[in-house]
């Protein structure tokens, strides 16, 4: 696991509120949404805020959320191609 996996999943866990959770229980290509994480629409624009804010990274087509927020893999491999900070 790479410390950017560790520090997403830690971010997220802090941005959500998921107070009962530890990053080493979400699995990297876990899904984020539905029967995975079961995270929400809500959620998705919390990871939006995170992505621009940690990492200077503005979504500007919101068609690719649901391909970038799929697994912590892929926001990963999304940042990674992306970052500006």
Known sequence: MSDLHTELKKSIIEQLNLEDME???????????????????IDALELIVLLEKDYGIKLTDPNQGKEIFNSINTMADFIEKNRTR
């Open 23 to 41: 990053a080493s229980e979400i699995e990297n290509d876990e899904h984020l949404f539905g029967d995975g994480l079961g995270l929400d629409s």
